[in-house]
C-alpha cells in the first residue's frame, strides 16, 4: 500500500514539474474595408497566434472606406486614408485616431489634396505619407506630439512628369534615404531625398518599369539592399539590387501566373517572410497567393508555388508577427482567409476562414 502511495506521489510530482505548454500571444487585428456595401468602416479581432483563429469581431471606427490602414511603431495612433473623391472639394481624406486601451478615438482628418487616396505610410519621425491613386499625387503630413494631423501638407504633383501618361500614385513610403513612390500610370518609381525640411528628387529620381508594367506596391530585403516590387497590371515581380552609388538596378522579373491561367489579372500585394527566405504575391483574378524562395546569396527569386485564396480579389494580405500565419482579404467574396505557414518550405496550408463584407487591409497590432 505504501509502495503504491509512494508511486502515485511520485507521478503527480513528475506532472507537476513538467514544463507547462508554450501560450501563445493574442494579437489585435485592423481590418480596413471599402463601406459601400455592409460594412461600416474599420473593424477589429482578436488572433490567436497558437490556433490561427479569429475572434471578438468589434466595429472599432465608423469610416468611410478606410481602404489602407498604418499603425504607428510606439501603438499610440492609427491612421486610415478615406479612399474617395469626396470627402473636400480637392478629393479623398486620411484620418488620424489615438489608440487607447483597442479603441480607437478620432484625434481629426485632413483632406489628402487628391482624389483616392489609396496607401498610408509612416516616417517614424513625425511625418506622414499618403498616395492618391486618381488625384495622381503624393501629401506629406507632419504630425503633432500627439500623433494627430498638421495643416498644410507638402503636395509632390506626379502629373506635372509625363504628358502622355496618366499618373496614379498607389504607394508612398517612407525610406531610409528619403521617399519612394511607385506611379502605376507613369510605369515609375520615384525617389526623392530630404532637403531644408522638403522632399525633393533624388540623385536616382527615377526607376522605369516597361510599358504597362503598372507597378504597386514594393518591400525592401536585406536591410534595403534588395528592392522587390509587384507590378499589377502585367502580372510581374521585379527584383532591384542597390548599387555603390545607392541605385537600384533591375536584376530579375518573374511572372506571378500559372502559365495556363488565361483570365483577366490584377496583382495586388506583396510580402517578405520575416527570414526573408520567401517572398508572397497576391494574384488578383488567378486568385492564388504565389511563394517564391530568396536566393541568400543574390536575392534572386524562384518559384516555389501558388496557393488559392479561398475566395476573389485578395487585395492586401498580411503575415502575422509570429510568422507563422498567413492572412489574406478577399474583398469581393468578403472573407478573410487564415493559412498555416511552413517557415521551412514557404508553404501555405488552408486553416479558416471568417466572412467580413469588403475587407481590403489588414494590420497586426503587435
Known amino acids: 500500500m505504501k509502495k503504491s502511495l509512494f508511486a502515485s506521489l511520485m507521478i503527480l510530482v513528475t506532472l507537476a514539474c513538467k514544463e507547462k505548454p508554450e501560450e501563445k500571444p493574442m494579437y489585435t487585428l485592423f481590418v480596413g474595408t471599402y463601406t459601400d456595401g455592409d460594412s461600416e468602416g474599420i473593424y477589429t479581432y482578436t488572433f490567436n497566434s497558437g490556433t490561427g483563429e479569429l475572434a471578438n469581431k468589434q466595429l472599432a471606427a465608423k469610416l468611410t472606406n478606410p481602404s489602407y490602414l498604418a499603425l504607428s511603431k510606439d501603438h499610440k495612433n492609427l491612421y486610415a486614408v478615406q479612399e474617395t473623391a469626396d470627402f473636400d472639394s480637392l478629393g479623398g481624406g486620411v484620418t488620424a ?4 486601451d483597442g479603441m480607437l478615438e478620432i484625434q481629426n482628418s485632413m483632406g489628402t489634396q487628391g482624389a483616392n487616396p489609396c496607401h498610408v505610410s509612416l516616417s517614424g519621425d513625425g511625418h506622414l505619407a499618403v498616395a492618391n491613386y486618381t488625384g495622381g499625387n503624393v501629401a506629406l503630413f507632419k504630425l503633432n506630439s500627439d500623433g494627430s494631423l498638421k495643416e498644410h501638407p507638402q503636395i509632390i504633383d506626379h502629373k506635372l512628369l509625363d504628358s502622355t501618361k496618366t499618373s496614379h500614385a498607389h504607394m508612398a513610403q517612407f525610406t531610409a534615404d528619403g521617399l519612394m513612390v511607385t506611379d502605376l500610370g507613369l510605369d515609375a518609381i520615384k525617389r526623392y531625398k530630404k532637403e531644408n525640411g522638403k522632399f525633393v528628387p533624388g540623385p536616382q529620381p527615377s526607376l522605369p518599369f516597361v510599358d504597362g508594367a503598372g507597378p504597386r506596391h514594393f518591400t525592401f530585403g536585406e536591410g534595403g539592399k534588395m528592392l522587390y ?8 515581380i521585379s527584383v532591384f539590387e542597390k548599387d555603390a552609388k545607392g541605385d537600384y538596378q533591375e536584376i530579375q522579373m518573374v511572372k506571378t501566373l500559372d502559365p495556363n491561367y488565361q483570365g483577366n489579372n490584377a496583382c495586388a500585394d506583396l510580402h517578405l517572410s520575416p527570414d526573408g527566405k520567401f517572398l508572397y504575391g497576391s494574384n488578383r483574378g488567378e486568385n492564388t497567393i504565389v511563394i517564391f524562395s530568396v536566393n541568400p546569396e543574390n536575392g534572386t527569386l524562384t518559384l516555389v508555388g501558388r496557393e488559392s485564396v479561398h475566395g476573389d480579389w485578395p487585395r492586401n494580405f498580411s503575415l502575422d508577427p509570429t510568422g507563422e500565419f498567413l492572412l489574406a482579404a478577399n474583398q469581393r467574396s468578403s472573407n ?5 505557414r511552413d ?3 514557404g508553404s501555405l496550408t ?3 476562414e471568417t466572412a467580413l463584407p469588403n475587407p481590403v487591409c489588414l ?3 503587435e
Open 363 to 365: 494590420v497586426f497590432e
Open 97 to 100: 485616431f489615438a489608440l487607447k
Open 336 to 340: 478573410i482567409v487564415v493559412f498555416k
Open 350 to 352: 488552408y486553416l479558416n
Open 229 to 236: 516590387v509587384i507590378s499589377e497590371l502585367n502580372s510581374t
Open 343 to 345: 517557415v521551412d518550405k
